[in-house]
């Protein structure tokens, strides 16, 4: 897959989270994440990387600060149009409260510096 399309790819889910949500409806957001199905293709372990490079791109070149739940959307969308089952989850600390949304596969935070799991507790996974 090349590098263009992807971050294209990318550049445009950000663009439509953008456009959903300006109709106020997190709850349209979170329906269509989670019924987003995974396409039965098998990509390399390599490809899923591409992804998440093409995430990181596209979030340079959006016009404003890309918030995690947007970004996890959008990667989550991404990664299943391409054959790869992953999962958005949403975590909180108590003290002080913090949120974040992140991307999983098979386990395992996508895309993040630190591991996500360890800070946060998990309330939901889609």
């Not at 997190?26 to 990509?43: E, N």
């Not at 949120?99 to 939901?124: F, I, L, T």
Request: charged share 20%; with cysteine.
């Amino acid at each position: 897959m090349k590098m263009p399309l992807l971050v294209c790819e990318a550049l445009f889910g950000l663009f439509a989270y953008d456009l959903v949500l300006s109709t106020g409806k997190f709850k349209m957001i979170h329906r269509l994440v989670a019924g987003w199905k995974t396409k039965r293709r098998v990509p390399g372990h390599e490809f899923m990387d591409q992804i998440a490079h093409a995430i990181n791109l596209a979030c340079i070149w959006y016009p404003k600060q890309v918030p995690c739940l947007q970004r996890s959307s959008v990667t989550t969308c991404l990664m299943r149009s391409y054959g790869i089952a992953a999962q958005m989850v949403l975590g909180a600390q108590k003290t002080p409260f913090l949120a974040h949304a992140w991307v999983e596969v098979d386990g395992k935070a996508v895309n993040e510096r630190s591991s996500p799991q360890e800070r946060y507790k998990v309330w939901e996974r889609y």
